[in-house]
């Protein structure tokens, strides 16, 4: 049983900056893990993933603008956010794919487990 407590989210000016972090408890070491999120309106979407092995994956949209990171040992993924755009507001979650076999997996019905998510709002 894999659990995921998601941080860190908040408000902030666009062109600011936020990190969030996710949690994991459980055997999480040789899974795909990804941040998505979801807008009101708008259904739920890939932002970054990291595979097992440090392969990354970012949208396009986010490209160059966030990073994703991974500390095994901790079990912890980090998404630091830079440059940030009122159409970056969402809620953010956190999640693994425990049957990735090293794939930077995207596609959302692949992950096993999700966090409660937190929620990311940028705005003057």
């Known amino acids: 049983q894999v659990q995921l407590v998601e941080s860190g989210g908040g408000l902030v000016q666009p062109g600011g900056s936020l990190t969030l972090s996710c949690a994991a408890t459980g055997r999480v070491g040789s899974s795909t893990m990804g941040w998505f999120r979801q807008a009101p309106g708008k259904e739920r979407e890939v932002v970054a993933v990291v595979s097992s092995g440090g392969t990354v994956y970012y949208a396009p949209s986010v490209n160059s603008r966030f990073t994703i990171s991974r500390d095994a040992r901790k079990s912890t993924l980090t998404l630091r956010m830079d440059s940030l755009k009122p159409e970056d507001t969402a809620v953010y979650y956190c999640?693994?794919?425990?049957?990735?076999?090293?794939?930077?997996?995207?596609?959302?019905?692949?992950?096993?487990?999700w966090g409660q998510g937190t929620q990311v709002t940028v705005s003057s």
């Open positions: 999640a693994v794919d425990m049957n990735a076999w090293g794939r930077t997996t995207t596609n959302i019905g692949s992950y096993d487990y």
